[in-house]
T-cell receptor, first 112, second 118 residues
Framework: DAKTTQPPSMDCAEGRAANLPCNHS???????VYWYRQIHSQGPQYIIH???NNETNEMASLIITEDRKSSTLILPHATLRDTAVYYC?????????????FGRGTQLTVWP | DAGITQSPRYKITETGRQVTLMCHQT?????MFWYRQDLGHGLRLIYY???????DKGEVPDGYVVSRSKTENFPLTLESATRSQTSVYFC?????????????????FGPGTRLTVL
């Protein structure tokens, strides 16, 4: 049960910002929003996570709406190497395991 | 720094054969996971382990066996392979014991093993 909804595909021009949306309308107060990506034929890679405040790291920014029912992952200057499937995952940080439920994700294609 | 490795990377076997996929990590992470990835299903958790000698079932454990006698190794065995087990298998680790905010639920994935059962 992925608990999230993402568009199946998006594209973006190289050098432009890629904004990937995620809907998680049933998110609870203890659940974080995590983003992973999977480049073709490789294992998934962690990008960023957040609870309710916006977050930024060296890879991306995460904007979470005030009601926490949706979020947007922003890749500020997309490159061809950012072409991948991006997964939005909600996760109870207090759970025993912290299992990741991967849905279908969004296939982002960055074109030159 | 090898990190997490999986072997073999590619394997072709026949129905009914026993197959073992290996996963090895050099970080001493406490948690290890096995996922399978199939078209149309995304990644699904097969088994996981919280520490040496502690394992538990995930979403799709039937037909698989795991063991974890040492922290660094987490082999996955298909006791009698079936065609439906043709898939890409990913091993992952997590260091939830570290206490750092980022590492709490960050999982590190291996390169995968592509298994074909004929």
């Amino acid at each position: 049960d992925a608990k999230t909804t993402q568009p199946p595909s998006m594209d973006c021009a190289e050098g432009r910002a890629a904004n990937l949306p995620c809907n998680h309308s049933t998110i609870s107060g203890n659940e974080y929003v995590y983003w992973y990506r999977q480049i073709h034929s490789q294992g998934p890679q962690y990008i960023i996570h957040g609870l309710k405040n916006n977050e930024t790291n060296e890879m991306a920014s995460l904007i979470i709406t005030e009601d926490r029912k949706s979020s947007t992952l922003i890749l500020p200057h997309a490159t061809l190497r950012d072409t991948a499937v991006y997964y939005c995952i909600v996760l109870d940080r207090g759970s025993t395991l912290g299992r990741l439920y991967f849905g279908r994700g969004t296939q982002l294609t960055v074109w030159p | 720094d090898a990190g997490i490795t999986q072997s073999p990377r590619y394997k072709i076997t026949e129905t009914g054969r026993q197959v073992t996929l290996m996963c090895h990590q050099t970080w001493s992470h406490s948690y290890m996971f096995w996922y399978r990835q199939d078209l149309g299903h995304g990644l699904r958790l097969i088994y996981y382990s919280a520490a040496a000698d502690i394992t538990d079932k995930g979403e799709v454990p039937d037909g698989y066996v795991v063991s974890r006698s040492k922290t660094e190794n987490f082999p996955l065995t298909l006791e009698s392979a079936t065609r439906s087990q043709t898939s890409v298998y990913f091993c992952a680790t997590s260091n939830r014991a570290s206490g750092s905010r980022r590492s709490y639920n960050e999982q590190f994935f291996g390169p995968g093993t592509r298994l074909t059962v004929l």
